[in-house]
C-alpha cells in the first residue's frame, strides 16, 4: 500500500470519528446542557445556603451576646449605693425573667445555630432561677437530647439538680450515671461521681458513698476531685489540716 492511499485512509478515518463524535455531542447536548444546570444550580444554593446561615450565625451571636449581657447584669446590693448609670435587678428572679425572655427570642429565631442552641439551655437556667420548675424541665430535656454533646451533659447535670431539690433522688441518680458513662468536657466524669456519692449521703447511704469517694481518691490522687473525696473520707484531718494553717 503507498502512502497517498494510507493518508487517505488515515483522512477517512479521522472523518468519520470526528462525525460520529459531532453526532454524538448533538444527540446528548440537550441532556449535558440539563445536567450542566442542574449541577450549577446545586452550586448556587450551596453558596447561598452557606451565605445565608453565617449571616444568620453572626446575627445569632450579637442577639446572644446581649442576652448574655443582661443575665450579668448585677444584682442591686441594699447596704451599698449604685453608681450612676449602672443597671440593676432587684432579685435573681427578676434578672432571670427578663434575660430569660431574650435568650428565648435568641432560641426561636435561630435554634439551628449553635448560639441558639446555646440559648435555649441559658432559657432552661433562666426558669430555674425564676422558680418556674416544670418550664424549666420541659426546656432542659429537650438540650438534654440535643446533638451537642458539650451542651446536652450540662443541662443534664442541671436537670439532676432540679430533681435534686424537688425531691427526685432516683431520676437524679440516673442523670449522674448518665455523666459518669459518657462525659464531657463541660461534665467531667469526677464531678458527676461527687454530686452522687452526695446524694447517696443525704439519703444515709454512707457505704455507696464511701465507695464513690475511694474510688476517686484512687484515681484522682492529686486532682481536685480526689483532694475532696479525701477530704470527706477523713473530714477531721480536713478540719485539723485547716487549723493548721
Known amino acids: 500500500m503507498d502512502q497517498q492511499t494510507k493518508a487517505a485512509l488515515k483522512q477517512d478515518k479521522f472523518v468519520s470519528t470526528t462525525t460520529q463524535g ?10 449535558m446542557i440539563g445536567n450542566g444546570a442542574i449541577i450549577l444550580a446545586v452550586i448556587l444554593v ?25 443575665y450579668q447584669t448585677p444584682l442591686a446590693q441594699p447596704d451599698q449605693p449604685t453608681a450612676p448609670g449602672t443597671k440593676t435587678y432587684a432579685s435573681i428572679a427578676e434578672r432571670a425573667k427578663a434575660s430569660g425572655a431574650l435568650f428565648q427570642a ?3 429565631k435561630y435554634g439551628f445555630t449553635p448560639d441558639g442552641q446555646n440559648a435555649r439551655y441559658f432559657v432552661g437556667l433562666t426558669y430555674l432561677e425564676d422558680g418556674q420548675n416544670q418550664q424549666a424541665e420541659d426546656t432542659l430535656k429537650k438540650v438534654a437530647g440535643g446533638w451537642d454533646g458539650e451542651l446536652a451533659g450540662l443541662a443534664k447535670f442541671a436537670l439532676a439538680q432540679l430533681y435534686r431539690n424537688t425531691g427526685r433522688d432516683a431520676q437524679a441518680i440516673d442523670l449522674y450515671n448518665q455523666i459518669i458513662k459518657k462525659p464531657t468536657s463541660t461534665t467531667p466524669a469526677e464531678l458527676a461521681q461527687l454530686q452522687l456519692a452526695d446524694v447517696y449521703q443525704s439519703e444515709g447511704k454512707t457505704d455507696d458513698a464511701n465507695k464513690i469517694y475511694a474510688k476517686l481518691k484512687q484515681d484522682d490522687a492529686k486532682g481536685a476531685a480526689g483532694m475532696i473525696a479525701t477530704e470527706k473520707l477523713n473530714p477531721s484531718a480536713g478540719g485539723q489540716a485547716a487549723q493548721a494553717q
Do not use: P, T
Open 46 to 70: 450551596v453558596v447561598i445556603g452557606a451565605v445565608v446561615y453565617n449571616s444568620r450565625s453572626d446575627a445569632a451571636s450579637v442577639a446572644f451576646g446581649a442576652a448574655m449581657q443582661e
Open 22 to 31: 459531532i453526532e454524538w455531542a448533538e444527540e446528548h447536548r440537550r441532556s
Open 106 to 108: 435568641v432560641a426561636d
